[in-house]
Nanobody, 125 residues
Framework: QVQLVESGGGLVQAGGSLKLSCAAS????????MGWFRQLPGKEREFVAG????????SYADSAKGRFTISRNNAEGTFYLQMNSLKPEDTAVYYC??????????????????WGQGTQVTVSS
């Protein structure tokens, strides 16, 4: 089993930055993909960014490219989402996730088996 604990959400003005963290524990992650998703009330959870733990290869949703950066710290078993130039439309609950199905697309919801509790990000205009 994998446990994921998020931190770092909050309220920020448009144009500001936030850094989300996700501490992973419970298993080794050499085969895992790790990702960030977000969800608005009444809407489906959507992919934001993903990273392959062993290679460090990354992938981003179009809405995140150029503004968000996903990274990992192998020694600490933690991965991050640095969010810059935030917009009001980035407001959502953000979830970190881990999966053991590296053959599935990194942006696919069903590539992930483990989820954090979610953290609210609110961007004011």
């Amino acid at each position: 089993q994998v446990q994921l604990v998020e931190s770092g959400g909050g309220l920020v003005q448009a144009g500001g930055s936030l850094k989300l963290s996700c501490a992973a524990s419970g298993r080794t992650f050499s085969r895992y993909v790790m990702g960030w998703f977000r969800q608005l009330p009444g809407k489906e959870r959507e992919f934001v960014a993903g990273i392959r733990w062993s290679s460090g290869g990354t992938s981003y949703a179009d809405s995140a490219k150029g503004r968000f950066t996903i990274s990992r710290n192998n020694a600490e078993g933690t991965f991050y989402l640095q969010m810059n130039s935030l917009k009001p439309e980035d407001t959502a609950v953000y979830y970190c996730a881990g999966g053991d199905r590296p053959n599935l697309p990194i942006g696919a919801l069903n590539a992930y088996d483990y989820w954090g509790q979610g953290t609210q990000v609110t961007v004011s205009s």
